[in-house]
């Protein structure tokens, strides 16, 4: 194989995004400090690249310029918009925008006989390739839950081809939200990492919460509380209650470290609208645990966290909405177009559109 020497380390971002999907499945949390290395060598191989482009002699030149001025200033700003409407989490986004600064023309690596990628585009911007292969093969996600769910018997449109069913058991290591209410359904449910944070804020396991409901709906049994962590699968609160196992401090997607102090029941406090909880009246004392915790919990209120919690007592089986590991898609998508290029394009070339 013959390459540029930007073009070879540019190779690196397959092993991080590999290792990043994988986190993606596990634990749905991607260290922030994983792309600062990869953003360095990009903006240190654009500035390379662009010393040899600047006499502006020849259309290649400008082209260069044109194609990173859109991978920078269209790629990443699409990446952060997605972001910033809920369509990504903050990992996926910074994913694309690391792709944007580090890949934003075509690499060309020459074999024997041939060359990669083998489908170049018009316009070649190769995180506007990756951004478009990632979008096509997570389109595959709710034809997969579909599926599943037929097979299973679970046949109700759309709601099979967006979530599936579960054991409640299950949800200690469970990603996404509870896609029922006590209403119905809905894909606003209680997001299932704030269920974790909830039992360990208070000391719980899963299995006693069920146990004894009407326990612990009263806000009076709520005694010494402790860390909730970020809810990740796989970390333990130093009360010892499990959603999980590990560490508490665990970074989220954003780069955020929750840290919180513990409380007692009873007490009356400050709500998150300025105005006094009693926590006699409080069921599940849950305007309690948001009062204390910093953040939001995923956006949880009061009210859709009582309702979930009256949902994982009463029932044996919950419908979730998952949360879709969009770093699998997106590794599958940059690998696919680092050897054959824009899946897209090509089909519609194979196809006699363009």
Do not use: C, Q
């Not at 260290?31 to 010393?51: D, I």
């Not at 990443?76 to 690391?98: C, H, N, S, V």
């Not at 890949?103 to 070649?124: D, I, Q, S």
């Amino acid at each position: 194989m013959f390459a540029s020497a930007p073009d070879l380390l540019r190779l690196i971002v397959l092993p991080v995004l590999g290792w990043a999907a994988w986190r993606d499945v596990e634990t749905r949390r991607v260290p922030s400090r994983t792309w600062l290395p990869l953003v360095g060598l990009g903006l240190l191989l654009l500035a390379v690249e662009a010393v040899g482009h600047l006499s502006l002699s020849t259309s290649a030149d400008v082209l260069f310029f044109v194609r990173v001025a859109v991978s920078l200033f269209f790629v990443a700003p699409i990446a952060y918009g997605f972001w910033w409407i809920g369509g990504f989490g903050g990992a996926d986004a910074k994913a694309l925008i690391t792709i944007a600064i580090l890949l934003p023309t075509y690499p060309t690596y020459y074999f024997a006989g041939f060359t990669l990628p083998e489908v170049v585009t018009t316009l070649g911007v190769f995180s506007m390739t990756v951004l478009t292969n990632t979008v096509l093969l997570a389109a595959a996600y709710p034809v997969a839950f579909g599926a599943r769910n037929l097979l299973a018997g679970d046949v109700r449109f759309p709601i099979s081809f967006l979530g599936h069913r579960i054991g409640v058991s299950a949800l200690r290591e469970a990603h996404g939200r509870l896609y029922e209410t006590p209403d119905g359904f809905s894909r606003n449910g209680l997001d299932i990492d704030a269920l974790r944070m909830y039992l360990r804020w208070r000391g719980l396991t899963l299995d006693e919460l069920r146990a004894s409901p009407e326990r612990f709906r009263d806000p009076a049994s709520v005694g010494e509380t402790y860390d909730p962590t970020d809810g990740a699968v796989g970390v333990e609160s130093d009360g010892g209650a499990s959603g999980g196992d590990d560490t508490t401090g665990v970074e989220t997607d954003g780069g955020e470290t929750i840290e919180t102090g513990d409380g007692d029941s009873g007490e009356v406090v400050d709500g998150d609208d300025g105005g006094a909880v009693d926590a006699r009246d409080d069921e599940w004392a849950a305007e309690t645990f948001l009062s204390e915790i910093e953040g939001t919990a995923y956006g949880t209120t009061p009210e859709k966290l009582r309702g979930g919690l009256e949902i994982v007592t009463e029932r044996e089986e919950v419908w979730i909405s998952p949360g879709i590991p969009f770093l699998v898609p997106m590794f599958v998508g940059t690998l696919a177009a680092f050897t054959y290029g824009d899946l897209v394009f090509g089909a519609l070339g194979a196809l006699g559109i363009v």
